[in-house]
């Protein structure tokens, strides 16, 4: 397949917004993903991502092959929603976190996976820059513990430190390839993850959803 020839849909429908294309490097679809975004997939792709302080989740169902990941850092809540009493910094992180992750396991069960069946592959939380303070160590704090609490299958981490990580997921397989970005990008992948950071403070979890 050249890079020319137009790709299918996605696999499973409410995906078509995921930049998909053909990685010639890798002779396989790729879907990228953004802060804030998960995908899933039904099919043999590669989802990849550049992660700075955020975390990167990697679920699968090991034995149909059907896996995603989503790229999510915890928001912070401001002194002025404290005050109006809705609620609290930990609450509104963890509602949050919890939606990135639930998202993403409901949608491979909501397809055939099985919840005994999962397994997990998680990655990112650097401090990239000084002035992110201690975000990083945040999401990884709340990954461990949620993969814990829900007594999921934790094959393998790697988290924290000063580098911007590039993972590729092969959700087929279960297969993980990770980089660390020692020389370039980091600004970009900062200013990109200071934005993302923005958008979500104070923003109001949409729903709360049960884990099935």
């Known amino acids: ?6 790709l299918s849909a996605p696999s499973i429908e409410g995906f078509d917004t995921i930049k998909r294309y053909w990685d010639d490097a890798n ?3 790729a879907a990228k993903l953004l802060p804030g975004e998960y995908y899933v997939t039904l099919q043999d792709e590669l989802i990849t991502t550049v992660l700075g302080s ?7 169902d090991r034995v149909l092959g059907i896996g995603g990941m989503n790229h999510f850092m915890l928001p912070e809540t401001t ?20 939606y990135a992750m639930e998202h993403l396991i409901n949608t491979i069960l909501a397809n055939g996976g099985k919840r005994k069946n999962l397994e ?6 650097g ?14 704090k709340f990954v461990l513990e949620y993969i814990d609490t829900e007594g999921l299958a934790l094959l393998s981490q790697d988290l924290g430190d000063i580098y911007p990580r590039k993972v590729n997921f092969y959700p087929k ?4 390839r990770m980089k660390k970005i020692q020389d370039i990008h980091t600004d970009s992948i900062a200013q990109r993850e200071s934005q993302y950071r923005r958008t979500i403070k104070d923003a109001p979890v949409e729903s709360d959803i049960e884990l099935f």
């Open 120 to 125: 997990v592959k998680v990655f990112g939380g």
């Open 79 to 98: 002194k002025a929603r404290l005050n109006e009493g809705r609620e609290s910094v930990v609450g509104n992180s963890t509602r949050y976190g919890n």
């Open 173 to 176: 397989t279960g297969k993980v």
């Open 1 to 6: 397949m050249s890079s020319h020839t137009p």
């Open 54 to 60: 955020c975390i990167s989740a990697c679920i699968r």
């Open 27 to 29: 002779n396989i679809v």
């Open 127 to 140: 401090k990239i820059l000084p002035t992110m303070g201690d975000v990083g160590l945040k999401n990884i």
